[in-house]
Structure formats: structure tokens, C-alpha cells
């Protein structure tokens, strides 16, 4: 497809062998605010929807918040195949990146006003926003450093932007507790909105520095046309996604497939978009393409169990540091913490609440509807009432404030990891790059592990858990993560054929978005987990077998990028 070129950019000075290019500091401080408010927004919103309406939350049930989390992940991850796709063809970075930001900051704010149109109305502008703004401004600094007196510095040019994410990731959930607990929900998501606006001006301002970023390449002759791509997968995906909808009617099947019916609809939209990539595997002429992409897709499907325990920190562990883990400190930290606002209040005052069972299941009437009654906050619900505070109110470290750890673990051990496998690269025993993923893939299972003896060492109905096992599991997850996630897109980058290298970005996008909504989709059913050890038991069992199938096909992968690149 003809393609427009967009105009030669002013490449901003940057004296060979002196330092970074500009651009990088003002892309680092856009993506630290934009990360700011995605990791504030997903901090708080699952606390918010099972937050009751009394106290200005939506009042769900765990099934129907874990729904709609699942369902959210997924399409934020899902979009920026659209986006990358416009921006690359049509719109060019900067501008596709503005829109992007424009969308999020609108959707955060929408989220601040009450009622459910609002909310859903902001979470489809957050959706799309992300789809411009996330692959755009990678692709930015990426063009930056393909300049050949920059290329040397480009593995240390992305360190540096994934500490302005981690930074960003580690601050919004203070952010976030603070203003939840003196002003509302509305403030905090406010807040996430005031964050993008200020990475918007700061991009904005400096667009001379990033313009280097800015240049598309011509089209190749036989690259895969827009409408031939929303033709064979998209469209497809969206009549497979009204299928799953409303397969589960009377007339149909009656009931569904997956929990509920958005996991239906979105499950069954991934079957023909999964198809497209077989196809883009099976239908390639030329064998050394055949081989990058046969092993780029098999290191894609390993790879769905990562991210899978990865969005556990918004799902399953937001739960449990919410629900399971004993989250009172002592006097002297409490008087510590009160000026951050880092502690919540809850109170034994009976709030509307999901009737349960003797194992913390809720309890439906004969038509299948969920039994609400009057009941103390959800953290009393398992904790014994000899237990309860005499004055009916317990200060407790905010839920949110856990999302931090794992940010506050990446920028603390990413140095200490990176050292290690320098040193072992001078004595010639450093890993290759795919058993570096099975590694993180074991580590990320090792993670759960530890939860799997939380659950089973404490009687999880009568007692609440140490935080200790959340700051461990975080730990060992983090170590994973840095062996998995930078190393994705570079892995994308060097095994792709150069006609399909977008739509295999847009490949990954869809591995995250399908894990998300498997994380969803596991966390509908945690009240069906009486014993709660059993369902971290199934990550610590898909990261076992993940882990080996990785490690017996690492060597063919390596053999695979070192044809292509001439490196590991």
C-alpha cells in the first residue's frame, strides 16, 4: 500500500561519544508520567469496584470486578496493534503518541465522575489512548538510537527508559492512597489524568528534540496492506467476539463457556487472530523467514504463562494482600505513615456486602443472583470476631501501596542482574538469551510457589498472613521479569522478516492481552477455590511445564537468531 512520507526531521545534536541523545530525557519523563497514571489507575481500580457503594465504590462481587479487570488488561494490550499499525502507516509517532495521550488523560478523568457510563465511557478512551500512545513512543526512541554514532548506546538508552517506568509504577500507588483516603475515588483517578497531561506538555514542548524519532520507512513492495490485515484477522475476531457473546442465550447453548460472557466473546475473538499468525508461518516462501517466525510464535506461546503470573499483581495478589494478609502495623509506623497517606480505614459498621458461606463463597438465590446482606468491610469477613477491633475501626496499610514493591524490586536488583551476567559473560558462561526467559519463566513460578505455602501454612478462614510473603513473592517475580519482559520486542526485532515486523509487534501485544484476560478469568473463579493454595498451585504447574518446553526448544531458537543476527 502507498504509503505518505512524512517530512526529513531535524536530527537534534547529540557529539558522538558525548552522552545520550536529548531525546531520551524527554522521553523518559513522558512515559514515567504516562506509566504513572496506567500503574495508578490499575492499582486502584479492582479495590474500587469491590469497594462498597457506601464508600463510593461500585459494590461488585469478586467474579464481575475480576471480569471486568480481565477484560480491561486485555484490550490495553490489544489496541496498540491498531495504533502501531495507524501510526506506522498513516498518522507517524509524535502525532499518533499526542492523540494517545490526549485519549488517556480524558479517559482517567472520566473515571472521576460517578455512575457506570462514565466508567465505561472512560475506560474505552483509556483503551484506545493506550493503542496510540504505548507502541509509538518505543518506536520513537528506538529510531533515535538506529542512528549509527547512537547504535553502541541502545541497550543502555532502554535501561534508562525502563527506569522512568519503574519510577513513575513506584510512586502513583502513594499518590493513589493518599487521595483515595482523604478525598475519594475520584480524586485519585483524577490524579492519573493530571499525570498524563503533564507527560503530554512535556512532549509536546520539545517536539524539535525528538523529531530524529519521527521517519517511516518506505513501504515494501510486497508488505501486507492495511486492508488485507483488517480483512483477514480483525474483522474475523470481531464477528468470533459476537459469537462468544451470545452463545450463551436460551436458543444457544444456555450458559457459558469460560465464566462469563465477555471472556466468551473474548477468547473466542482470539481463535481467527491466532489463525492469521499460523498462517503468516505457514504461507512464507522464503525458508530463512519460515524459520524466524516458526520460532518467534513458539517462544510467543511459552511466553503466555509469564505474563499470565504477571497480572496476578492486579488480579489474584490484590486480593490477597487485600482480603489475606494481615496489613496492621505497629503504633510508631502508623504515626510514621499517617502524613503519606498511606493507611485506610475500615470500620466493622455493616456496609452492603455479597452473602457467603462458611468457606467465603457467595451465595446465589434460585435464579442465580448473587445475595447481597449488610455486612463489616471484606477484610472482617475473614478474620474471627474476637478478633475485631472493640472500637470497630482498624488503620491498615491501603492495598495499593503492595503494587509498589515490585517497581521499588526492578530498579534495586536490575543493576545487580545485569552485573551478574557481565560477569559471566567475561568468563565465557553467560546464559543465551532463551534460556535466560526459562529462567524467568522458573523464577516467575518460583513466585507463586511461595503463595502456595502462604495459603497452606495459615488457616486462611480464622488468620490473616505476614506481608513477608508478599515482599518475597514480588522479589522472586522481579528477578524473572527482568530476564523476560525487555528482552520480548528485541526479540520480536530480530527474528521477524522485515515485511511483517509490525504485525509481529503486534503479535506480543496480543500474548500480553491474552494472559491478562486468562488472569481475569482465573480470578472469577477465586471463591471457588476453597482452598486458596490450590489456585496458585495451577501457575506454579504452568510455569513447571512453560519453563521445560522453553529450555528444550532454546537451542534451536539461539541457532535461529544467531543465523539471522550473528549473535545469541
Not at 161 to 177: L, T
Request: net charge positive; aromatic share 14%; proline share 4%.
Amino acid at each position: 500500500m502507498t504509503q505518505t512520507a512524512v517530512e526529513q526531521p531535524v536530527i537534534s545534536p547529540s557529539p558522538k561519544g558525548k552522552g545520550h541523545h536529548k531525546g531520551l530525557y524527554v522521553l523518559f519523563f513522558t512515559e514515567m508520567w504516562e506509566r504513572f497514571g496506567y500503574y495508578l489507575m490499575i492499582g486502584i481500580f479492582f479495590l474500587y469496584l469491590i469497594d462498597p457503594s457506601s464508600n463510593g465504590g461500585k459494590g461488585f462481587d469478586t467474579t464481575k470486578a475480576a471480569d471486568l479487570v480481565g477484560s480491561y488488561i486485555a484490550l490495553v494490550y490489544l489496541s496498540p496493534f491498531i495504533g502501531g499499525l495507524l501510526a506506522d502507516r498513516y498518522l507517524g509517532y509524535r502525532r499518533a503518541v499526542i492523540l494517545g495521550g490526549i485519549l488517556l488523560a480524558a479517559g482517567y478523568f472520566s473515571l472521576a465522575f460517578p455512575g457506570d457510563m462514565a466508567m465505561y465511557g472512560g475506560l474505552g478512551l483509556i483503551i484506545i489512548g493506550n493503542g496510540f500512545f504505548k507502541p509509538n513512543i518505543g518506536t520513537i526512541l528506538g529510531n533515535i538510537y538506529n542512528r549509527e554514532d547512537l547504535r553502541a548506546k541502545k541497550d543502555v538508552a532502554y535501561n534508562i527508559f525502563y527506569m522512568g517506568v519503574n519510577i513513575g509504577a513506584f510512586i502513583c500507588n502513594f499518590v493513589a492512597a493518599y487521595l483515595r483516603n482523604h478525598y475519594g475515588w475520584g480524586h485519585a483517578f483524577a490524579a492519573a489524568g493530571i499525570g498524563m497531561l503533564i507527560g503530554l506538555v512535556i512532549f509536546a514542548t520539545n517536539q524539535k528534540v525528538i523529531a530524529a524519532g519521527d521517519v517511516r520507512k518506505e513501504p515494501s513492495p510486497d508488505e501486507m496492506s492495511t486492508g488485507k490485515i483488517l480483512g483477514s484477522a480483525l474483522l474475523p475476531a470481531v464477528i468470533a467476539a459476537a459469537i462468544g457473546y451470545f452463545i450463551s442465550s436460551p436458543n444457544l447453548l444456555g450458559h457459558t463457556l469460560f465464566g462469563t460472557k465477555s471472556n466468551d466473546a473474548f477468547l473466542f475473538a482470539c481463535v481467527p487472530i491466532i489463525i492469521f499468525y499460523i498462517r503468516l508461518f505457514t504461507t512464507s516462501k522464503q525458508q530463512e523467514d519460515k524459520r524466524g517466525l516458526g520460532a518467534l510464535l513458539a517462544f510467543f506461546a511459552v511466553a503466555i504463562v509469564f505474563w499470565v503470573i504477571y497480572n496476578q499483581n492486579s488480579t489474584g495478589l490484590t486480593i490477597w494482600a487485600d482480603q489475606y494478609t494481615h496489613r496492621q502495623i505497629s503504633p510508631a509506623m502508623e504515626k510514621a505513615s499517617q502524613p503519606l497517606g498511606m493507611l485506610q480505614t475500615v470500620t466493622t459498621e455493616p456496609h452492603t456486602v455479597t452473602q457467603i458461606d462458611e468457606h467465603f463463597r457467595a451465595i446465589k438465590d434460585a435464579n442465580g443472583q448473587t445475595i447481597e446482606v449488610q455486612g463489616a468491610d471484606p477484610y472482617f469477613q475473614n478474620l474471627p470476631k474476637d478478633k475485631w477491633p472493640q472500637d470497630g475501626k482498624l488503620k491498615l496499610i491501603s492495598t495499593e501501596i503492595f503494587q509498589s514493591i515490585n517497581p521499588f524490586f526492578i530498579v534495586a536488583f536490575s543493576l545487580i542482574v545485569v552485573g551478574l551476567f557481565g560477569w559471566l559473560a567475561k568468563r565465557g558462561k553467560e546464559p543465551n538469551t532463551p534460556v535466560k526467559i526459562a529462567l524467568g519463566i522458573f523464577l516467575a513460578g518460583t513466585s507463586s510457589l511461595l503463595m502456595v505455602f502462604a495459603a497452606s501454612m495459615t488457616n486462611v478462614y480464622i488468620d490473616k498472613t505476614s506481608m513477608a510473603w508478599l515482599f518475597g513473592t514480588y522479589a522472586v517475580f522481579t528477578v524473572g521479569e527482568i530476564l523476560v519482559s525487555p528482552i520480548g520486542l528485541s526479540m520480536v526485532s530480530k527474528l521477524s522478516p522485515p515485511r511483517v515486523t509490525a504485525l509481529m509487534m503486534g503479535g506480543w501485544y496480543l500474548v500480553n492481552a491474552i494472559a491478562g484476560k486468562v488472569a481475569g478469568l482465573m480470578a472469577t473463579f477465586w471463591d471457588s477455590f476453597t482452598n486458596k493454595s490450590t489456585y496458585f498451585l495451577i501457575l506454579v504447574i504452568s510455569a513447571a511445564i512453560a519453563g521445560v518446553a522453553m529450555l528444550m526448544i532454546s537451542k534451536w531458537i539461539a541457532k535461529v537468531v544467531k543465523d539471522k543476527t550473528g549473535s545469541y
